[in-house]
């Protein structure tokens, strides 16, 4: 399970934190500018991920930078072709004549396209930037109990929207039998994960197959999130949208513009809240949450854009 929370007040660019259940670190999506994220939660980042570097979505990198100066490891950032140099570029802003070598590096994974990941390493007190591997795949970062899948949108400029997957895992439940547990359980959820069904299993004495034992395991399906940022209402990104992200748990799509801004938003390579609902409503997505809205709507405007949102989300035949 993900815990995702909104760490920017609605006139504030947007970030949000997630959590992974049972996980020391936290994970970032997003630099805006966010005055509900702590000092100890940038500190615990594990990871950051930006969609894009538009300035909404990047100017708060700063302020990572200024909290994880000493944590003493290494950081990981995703982002579109060339984030490397970019953020290399708010690194060298600053001088670092007094830092020491192992206060901070940052590992920097570009996903070039939707099946290539370019990863690149930046220490100070130089900064530079070294290649390290090129690999063939939209796996962005995996730990041993989840991965995150990235795959770009157009915003006229590539958008990099995420996709959290909790692994699924198997449960053993002892209630269901006298057996004592023992280092036998770990060999039947191994036969089960590799489909071994036949393999024998030594309880104490006795033999079994495992199959006649999978009774005592629950399979616990991953739970999925979505971060989609910035992108056009278009059928390219619709069609990528509901491919990649279906039957997600829980999505956060930005939905930029009200639905009498339309004509803003084909302009501006932004979606708007009726074809955000709606592309949710597609993609079969259980909690769908609308994020990142113009700055030129009152607070009252931006209650009815999530009204507009939620209409279509709901009831998108109706459109
Ligand atoms: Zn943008
Ligand atoms: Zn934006």
């Known amino acids: 399970m993900f815990t995702a929370t909104i760490k920017s007040t609605l006139d504030e660019d947007i970030s949000i934190l997630v959590k992974p259940e049972n996980h020391s670190w936290n ?9 509900k994220l702590t000092i100890k939660e940038i500190q615990n980042c594990n990871a950051i991920f930006i969609s894009h570097t538009h300035i909404d979505h990047f100017i708060n990198f700063d302020t990572i930078i200024r909290h994880q100066i000493g944590i003493e490891r290494k950081v990981t950032i995703c982002g579109p072709q060339y984030i490397a140099t970019q953020i290399q570029h708010k690194l060298k802003a600053y001088t670092w004549n007094l830092i020491d070598k192992e206060a901070l590096s940052y590992e920097v994974k570009e996903m070039i396209s939707d099946n290539k990941i370019v990863t690149y390493e930046l220490s100070p007190p130089l900064w530079e930037i070294k290649e390290v591997s090129k690999t063939n795949s939209n796996i962005l970062f995996a730990d041993k109990k989840f991965e995150v899948q990235g795959v770009l949108l157009d915003h006229k400029t590539p958008s990099l929207a995420y996709k959290f997957i909790e692994y699924d895992t198997v449960k053993f439940n002892i209630s269901k039998s006298n057996l004592k547990g023992g280092k036998w359980v770990n060999e039947l959820k191994e036969a089960f994960n590799k489909n071994l069904s036949n393999q024998i299993i030594q309880i104490e004495n006795i033999q079994y197959e495992a199959k006649d034992l ?25 069609k990528k949208i509901t491919t990649h992200f279906l039957n997600c748990d829980t999505v956060f799509i930005e939905s930029y513009y009200k639905n009498k801004d339309q004509n803003f938003a084909e302009l501006n390579f932004h979606s708007y809240a009726k074809m955000s609902g709606q592309i949710m409503r597609t993609s079969l997505i259980k909690e769908a949450i609308p994020v990142h809205f113009s700055r030129k709507y009152s607070a009252e405007e931006i209650n009815e854009l999530q009204q507009e949102f939620y209409e279509s989300f709901m009831n998108s035949q109706k459109l």
């Open 27 to 35: 994970y970032l999506c997003e630099c805006g500018d966010a005055s």
């Open 214 to 238: 999978f009774y005592l395991l629950e399979l616990k399906k991953g739970k999925t999130l979505g971060i989609i940022m910035d992108h056009a209402p278009s059928e390219i990104n619709h």
